[in-house]
């Protein structure tokens, strides 16, 4: 039978245009990570551009490791080894840089803005983009630390569980057993990829996702993150995916998603927040609807969320398996503000003066 899955959301503020000077600049992000939205919001407010915002604040998750989930020293793949994902998007001229499955390397997200700003490429990973990272000036330094290499440690005592492998494709049996792993002769294409899949939380599968809109409208966002902890060597997930870790779009708004990448990016959810807002849905109906494509179309246990936010400093969320919390700034609010969405809660606009 086909799993049932309870859409969780909440929380769209709106505005028009008349209270745009109390709505502008916003600065949004997924999770409680509050160090990460004041620094990107003092940027702006000490003149800094979208981007440079966008980089500072993410820079602060990389330096404080967000729950384990965001830098060096955390999710461990089947190896031992942290690698680290990143993307900056410009909404004004929809320049993009992304860096995947990066190693040795801890500022993930300004090599990022480096490949966005230096050259004519999208998207470098692995061993190359650690060499261009190193070109562009910045240091080689583990991603390892201690504390990761003991969780790798109890992984593999646990007999390597939880993890990403499909049982009846490989041997030995991944549900059991660590590996090396080698492929079953003739394996049947009815092996079903979908199914159980590691229970997800904010400490062992995460993202900072960012979207920044200036006190002009111009919009900007990035992600940054280790990935998912006990992934197999080589997995690059949603969050350097253009329209899937995070997307913008110029005049419109922009949207970013944490959770279960590789089923999220399968559905682009970020580019369809954005055509959907284009199309005139709110921010959280937008975000809202996305997931509920996902949740339609993947026959799977599905956790994910997305935080989305148009041009005019409207602004919303929408989650599915899972609590979620985002933290926004603006004007009216004042502060950075930590938002948490529960579980089975139902769909609601608020003015910012109700939260």
Not at 35 to 47: F, K, M, Q, R
Not at 93 to 101: A, F, L, R
Not at 142 to 167: F, G, I
Not at 184 to 213: E, F, K, Q, W
Request: aromatic share 6%.
């Amino acid at each position: 039978m086909r799993p049932v899955f309870v859409l969780l959301l909440v929380l769209a503020a709106h505005c028009n245009a008349a209270c745009s000077d109390d709505k502008l600049p916003l600065v949004l992000n997924t999770w409680s990570f509050l160090d990460a939205n004041i620094a990107a919001t003092e940027t702006l407010l000490t003149g800094g551009s979208h981007i440079d915002a966008i980089e500072t604040g993410c820079s602060v998750c990389e330096v404080e490791q967000c729950d384990g989930s965001v830098g060096y020293g955390g999710s461990p793949d089947e190896l031992g080894n942290t690698t680290l994902d990143a993307m900056i998007m410009n909404g004004e001229t929809h320049d993009v840089g992304s860096v995947g499955c990066l190693k040795d390397i801890r500022s993930a997200i300004s090599v990022a803005r480096k490949v966005m700003e230096t050259t004519k490429h999208t998207l470098l990973v692995g061993d190359d983009a650690t060499n261009f990272a190193i070109q562009m000036g910045f240091t080689r330094q583990s991603s390892e630390t201690n504390h990761s290499l003991d969780l790798w440690a109890q992984w593999k005592s646990a007999n390597c569980q939880p993890n990403y492998r499909v049982p009846g494709t490989v041997i030995p049996n991944p549900s059991v057993s660590c590996g090396p792993y080698s492929p079953v002769p003739s394996i049947a294409s009815t092996v079903p990829r979908s199914g159980s899949r590691p229970t997800l939380n904010r400490y062992n599968h995460d993202t900072i996702g960012m979207i920044v809109v200036d006190a002009k409208g111009q919009i900007g966002c990035g992600t940054t993150t280790n990935g998912a902890s006990h992934k197999i060597p080589g997995r690059v997930g949603d969050s350097p995916i253009v329209g899937a870790g995070c997307y913008v779009q110029k005049g419109v708004g922009g949207a970013a998603a944490t959770g279960d990448g590789d089923i999220m990016m399968r559905f682009l959810p970020t580019y369809q927040v954005v055509q959907s807002m284009a199309a005139g849905m709110s921010p959280g109906d937008a975000a809202t609807d996305a997931l509920v494509r996902i949740v339609k179309g993947c026959n799977c246990t599905f956790q994910g969320a997305l935080v989305a936010a148009s041009v005019d400093g409207t602004w919303g969320a929408a989650t599915n398996g899972f609590n979620f919390s985002y933290t926004v700034y603006n004007p009216s609010l004042g502060t950075s503000t930590v938002i948490y969405v529960n579980n089975n809660m139902e769909h609601t606009d608020r003015e910012n003066k109700d939260i």
